[in-house]
C-alpha cells in the first residue's frame, strides 16, 4: 500500500516486474505495456528502501514467463481518502473551548486591570497565537508529507 494526501495505491505483488532500491529512493515498476508505469517514493531511509526492495524482490516470480501478458496498473486498486474538514469533531471544540476561556482572560483583566491592560493582552497575543498556529501548520505539513510514506 502506498498512502498519498488523496489518494491510496494499494499495489499487489502479481502487478510488479521490478522494485529498484536507490539510496533514499524506492521505484515500483509495474507489469505490461509498452512504457511501464512506475510508482516513485522519496524521500525514505536508505536502510528502510533496501530492506524494502529486498523484501518485495524475493516475492517476485523470477524474470521471464508469461509476466508479459499481465497488466500491472489494471491490478492497481487506488482508493480515495475522505477529505478532512479543518473544523470538525474535536478540533471544532477545542477552537471554541480556547476561544471562551481567552475571551475570558480578557474580560477578567478589563475589570482588574482595567482597559489598557486588556488591549495589552489582545494585542500582545495576536503574536503568540500567530506562532502556534505556524508551528501547528508547520507540523501538520511533516506529519502528511511522512503518512504518505508510511504506507511503503
Do not use: K, N
Amino acid at each position: 500500500m502506498l498512502r498519498r494526501p488523496a489518494r491510496e495505491f494499494w499495489i499487489p505483488v502479481e502487478a510488479i516486474a521490478e522494485v529498484r532500491a536507490e539510496g533514499r529512493c524506492v521505484e515500483i515498476e509495474l507489469l505490461g505495456g509498452a512504457e511501464p508505469a512506475v510508482y516513485r517514493v522519496e524521500g525514505v531511509s536508505a536502510a528502510g528502501a533496501a530492506a524494502f526492495g529486498r523484501a518485495v524482490g524475493h516475492l517476485l516470480p523470477p524474470s521471464g514467463g508469461d509476466a508479459g501478458s499481465v497488466d500491472g496498473l489494471s491490478l492497481v486498486d487506488v482508493r480515495s481518502l475522505p477529505g478532512r474538514r479543518w473544523l470538525s469533531g474535536w478540533r471544532l471544540a477545542t477552537v471554541v473551548v480556547g476561544g471562551l476561556l481567552y475571551a475570558g482572560l480578557v474580560v477578567t483583566v478589563g475589570v482588574i486591570g482595567g482597559g489598557s491592560r486588556a488591549l495589552i493582552v489582545l494585542c500582545c497575543s495576536g503574536g503568540l497565537y500567530a506562532s502556534g498556529l505556524f508551528l501547528y501548520g508547520g507540523v501538520e505539513g511533516h506529519v502528511r508529507q511522512t503518512a504518505g510514506l508510511r504506507g511503503l
